[in-house]
């Protein structure tokens, strides 16, 4: 388990980078990651959560500024992610597309959270290497096309309806799942995507008394996704 957790804490780290740089254009092959503040070259070891947590609290070395948390909780989210994944449903080849679907839907919701974005280059090459999974271990079928185009057609005309209502990735995104759950499930993950984003809605502005602008909605799609597949396993 413990191999699982750390497996999924450096996972992690990579694809933060990768949600943080891809959106921006920002080179991610040649160059390290660094301090937001200063710029500083950060080390392997400044890359773990737990060691920037405890030894520098979550401060940078070099310039003792906050590093923003959202770095760690990403981190610590995904290494728990392959552990419940490990834990409920078991890390198999007939299983791998639904953990890669899980850590892209983890990483397509910090880019929600950081630009409001559903990266398309993390969202396509995520879906199409769990496509390659899927497809190794269920034989394709011209009726795993019908969810995606019912799918589409209706948040199509929700668009026309009430423009703004959902965004264009929210869509590419349950248009893709489509492919790989029947439509009641896919039913099943918006249904408790909006309930959680409401709750979370209500909470927010009785704590903080102020309403939300703009609301990632990806992060509530991926945790329907986790609720769902789990009691699917």
């Given amino acids: 388990m413990i191999f699982y957790f750390f497996y999924g804490i450096i996972l992690g780290s990579f694809l ?17 990651s660094e301090c937001d503040h200063c710029q500083a070259t950060l080390s392997p070891i400044d ?17 003792k500024q906050k590093i923003p948390l959202y770095h760690s909780l990403f981190e610590l989210l995904t290494g728990s992610s392959v552990i419940l994944f490990e834990l409920t449903i078991g890390i198999h080849i007939d299983t791998l597309y639904l953990l890669i679907l899980w850590i892209t839907g983890l990483t397509l919701s910090l880019t929600d959270y950081l630009y409001l974005l559903v990266e398309p280059n993390i969202l ?5 290497t769990a496509l390659l999974f899927f497809y190794f271990n269920h034989a394709f ?5 019908s969810t995606p185009l019912i799918i589409l057609s209706f948040f199509y005309l929700l668009t026309l309806l009430l423009p703004n209502s959902i965004g264009g990735g929210d869509i590419k995104l349950l248009v893709i799942w489509g492919i790989f759950f029947p439509l009641v499930v896919c039913l099943k993950i918006i249904l408790i995507a909006s309930l959680s984003g409401i709750i979370f809605i209500l909470l927010y502005q009785i704590l903080f008394n102020k309403k939300i602008q703009r609301l990632p909605f990806v992060p509530f799609l991926t945790f329907g996704l986790i609720i769902i597949t789990l009691f699917l396993k």
């Fill in 47 to 63: 890359l773990v959560p737990f060691y920037r947590l405890v030894f520098h609290k979550n401060n940078c070395r070099h310039c």
């Fill in 16 to 32: 933060g980078v990768l949600a943080k740089r891809i959106p921006i254009h920002k080179n991610f092959v040649s160059t390290r």
């Fill in 124 to 128: 396509y090459s995520g879906s199409l």
């Fill in 141 to 145: 079928s011209v009726h795993s096309l």
